[in-house]
């Protein structure tokens, strides 16, 4: 086995404010964790400066029919796999267009996989079996940021000429040398030393929202604050677009579901014909011609 010396990793050390958590209450171990997640946005907002730099390159992907892909091994994986998971159904993306890749695959995403994230190969053969090509942005994702199977990943997008983002806890890190782009949000030390679950990884969810969610109104899948792009799968949805529409156009609720219905529920679409007095098709040709911003087609229409 390697020697990994766990000293230089902030996120390895312990904090003094938790060294005597098992001796404390239930109410007081609360607060203690609740102090310590106070840090952690404050931390991720040191680095704004580099996740607009990072949402740049991955919307401008995204327009040029790159992908958005994740790389991570434990925590880091899932959490890579869950943002990628809400896209489809939040934007209207197809679901290989972001993309959550773990060390150890499937399995992983319920139960760790024993040695998966110290082999670098396997990343490569994870990223090949996708056809990752330098159109594509790969964010590697690592607390510690010295994690095998990611620096694995990022040598090898990297060596293609893709744009390569790190996103990890440790200033210093392997990782940081190796992207075009580095997120390094520094939490601190856990509450339970190396739990990287907790702070780490809470600052890792902020960021990936921040990456997914400003890209996607970057590209046009937000009109105003509204997703007009979301896919009707269950009933909330097929509500949240009758919603999305009404707040969109200040139209009756009989009005947005008869559009919808004429436009096989699309938002967009609904929306442009409402506010630009189009039929479904004349909605759908503008959209297509505007790349999907309902801003410039109508801009457009009024012209």
């Keep these: 086995m390697p020697n990994i010396n766990l000293s230089v990793m902030i996120t390895e050390n312990r904090n003094s404010a938790s060294e005597n958590i098992d001796c404390a209450s239930t109410l007081e171990i609360l607060q203690i964790i609740n102090n310590e997640d106070k840090k952690v946005a404050i931390a991720v907002e040191k680095q704004l400066t580099n996740i607009a730099k990072a949402v740049d390159a991955i919307s401008h992907a995204l327009l040029n029919r790159g992908r958005l892909i994740y790389l991570g091994a434990g925590t880091s994986g899932r959490l890579g796999i869950l943002d990628a998971s809400e896209c489809p159904p939040t934007y209207g993306t197809a679901p290989e267009q972001v993309?959550?890749?773990i060390a150890g695959g499937h399995p992983a995403i319920f139960k760790a996989v024993e040695n998966a994230e110290d082999s670098p190969e396997l990343a490569v053969n994870d990223l090949k079996n996708?056809?990752?090509s330098e159109q594509d942005i790969l964010v590697g994702i690592a607390a510690s940021g010295r994690t095998p199977y990611v620096i694995g990943g990022m040598q090898y997008a990297k060596s293609l000429g893709a744009t390569v983002i790190s996103l990890c806890c440790?200033?210093?890190?392997?990782?940081?040398?190796?992207?075009?782009?580095?997120?390094?949000?520094?939490?601190?030390?856990?509450?339970?030393?190396?739990?990287s679950r907790m702070k780490a990884g809470t600052a890792q969810k902020l960021v990936l929202n921040m990456l997914t969610t400003a890209s996607m109104i970057k590209i046009g899948k937000v009109y105003g604050n509204l997703m007009v792009d979301v896919e009707a799968t269950n009933a909330k949805l097929v509500e949240r677009q009758i919603s999305i529409v009404m707040q969109a156009t200040d139209c009756s609720r009989q009005t947005a579901i008869t559009t919808l219905n004429q436009c096989n529920q699309h938002c967009k679409t609904a929306i442009l014909m409402i506010l630009a007095g189009l039929t479904a098709q004349q909605a759908k040709t503008t959209l297509e011609q505007n790349n999907g911003f309902i801003r410039t087609a109508l801009e457009q229409h009024i012209k």
């Excluded at 392997?174 to 601190?188: E, K, R, S």
């Design 99 to 101: 993309v959550g890749l």
């Design 130 to 132: 996708i056809n990752f």
């Design 170 to 195: 440790n200033a210093n890190a392997p990782m940081i040398n190796l992207a075009n782009i580095a997120i390094t949000p520094i939490v601190g030390a856990e509450v339970v030393t190396g739990s």
